[in-house]
Nanobody, 123 residues
Framework: VQLQASGGGIVQAGGSLELSCAAS????????MAWFRQGPGRDREFVAG??????YYADSVKGRFTISRDNARNTVTLKMITLKPEDTAVYYC???????????????????WGQGTQVTVSS
């Protein structure tokens, strides 16, 4: 499956952004979809994921970020509110046929990655 992410930008602290990821070339319903991010000087980290049964979130974004998927349109969305400067990162959508849910989520399980979209939160 091929993934195309969009929706990044620059926002002030406390603001909101919505990221979108469009999938093509695969059976979207069969995939676990997730968002990861990599901040300046940091390793890439899990942000949120959806396996059709549940949504999962990193502790750092719980209550502020919401992942949703539209299986009819083959898209997954990440709505982000109350953004903080520490949310500044390149955000990636990713797809996998299987995974270990958080806290054991493994990047290596995800075989398809979008190109990344920059989110910058100014203080």
């Amino acid at each position: 499956v091929q993934l195309q992410a969009s929706g990044g930008g620059i926002v002030q602290a406390g603001g909101s952004l919505e990221l979108s990821c469009a999938a093509s070339g695969g059976n979207f319903d069969a995939y676990i979809m997730a968002w990861f991010r990599q901040g300046p000087g940091r390793d890439r980290e899990f942000v949120a994921g959806s396996d059709l049964k549940r949504m999962y979130y990193a502790d750092s974004v719980k209550g502020r970020f919401t992942i949703s998927r539209d299986n009819a349109r083959n898209t997954v969305t990440l709505k982000m509110i109350t953004l903080k400067p520490e949310d500044t990162a390149v955000y990636y959508c990713a797809a996998s046929r299987y995974w270990s849910p958080p806290p054991e989520v493994q990047e290596d399980d995800f075989v398809s990655w979008g190109q990344g979209t920059q989110v910058t939160v100014s203080s």
